[in-house]
């Protein structure tokens, strides 16, 4: 079974789960309180957050436009992560992931190294700016508290490992994704392998581009 189906199966297998879940929540719910729910909601501040919401995306696609060199139009990728953000709200333990892989790598432009080194520079720039806004608010917030000094030391600890990781990546000896011997586990050693490429293949612009656009993206996730 290659990739690509053992993808499906997962998604598929992961969206029948999920859906049995949402019919037993709402089975054992109140049909009224929903609906009493839905009719009390602030109609400006609910049309502030879609428009937050759709900005968020757009940024989140052209994060993605430039990782991958502009190989797949906005108006596709817009299409893709909405369905990818899609995915990894109905999907347990973050199966969604593997939606962008999917269909940034099923495109005729595109491929799955390449897809799959987009998602981890760009998880590993959220992580990044996470724990620099983590920082700076441990600062504001606590920095009278006892606790400020743990709070801070996690911050850096989180925001380091991230520099670990980039660095890592960039610095890691492909031979030993040659060694493989086992069919099965050979297919998954090139994977990794085309994958880091890949990676390594991305510019500084393109890491310095992604970098500035995750900071209004989580910034403006924050604020919703």
Do not use: Q
Request: a positive charge; hydrophobic letters at 55%.
């Amino acid at each position: 079974m290659n990739l690509r189906n053992r993808i499906k199966i997962n998604i598929l297998a992961s969206i029948f789960i999920t859906l049995v879940v949402i019919l037993v929540v709402i089975l054992n719910s109140s049909v009224k309180e929903i609906i009493g729910f839905v009719l009390r909601l602030n109609i400006k501040i609910l049309a502030i957050g879609i428009v937050l919401y759709l900005l968020v995306y757009l940024l989140r696609t052209l994060r993605f436009y430039f990782l991958l060199r502009k190989r797949i139009s906005i108006k596709s990728l817009f299409g893709i992560v909405c369905l990818h953000n899609l995915f990894i709200s109905i999907l347990p333990s973050r199966l969604g992931e593997f939606s962008y892989i999917y269909f940034a790598g099923s495109d005729k432009k595109s491929n799955y190294a390449s897809s799959t080194a987009s998602l981890i520079i760009s998880r590993i720039f959220d992580t990044l700016v996470i724990s620099l806004m983590l920082i700076f608010s441990v600062i504001i917030l606590f920095y009278n508290s006892e606790k400020f000094y743990g709070l801070l030391y996690y911050s850096l600890f989180v925001f380091f490992i991230a520099l670990i990781i980039i660095v890592s990546l960039y610095k890691l000896n492909l031979r030993i994704f040659n060694k493989a011997k086992n069919t099965t586990l050979l297919k998954v050693v090139k994977f990794i392998g085309r994958s880091l490429n890949a990676l390594r293949a991305i510019s500084v612009k393109e890491l310095t581009l992604t970098f500035l656009m995750t900071l209004p993206i989580w910034a403006t996730s924050f604020y919703i």
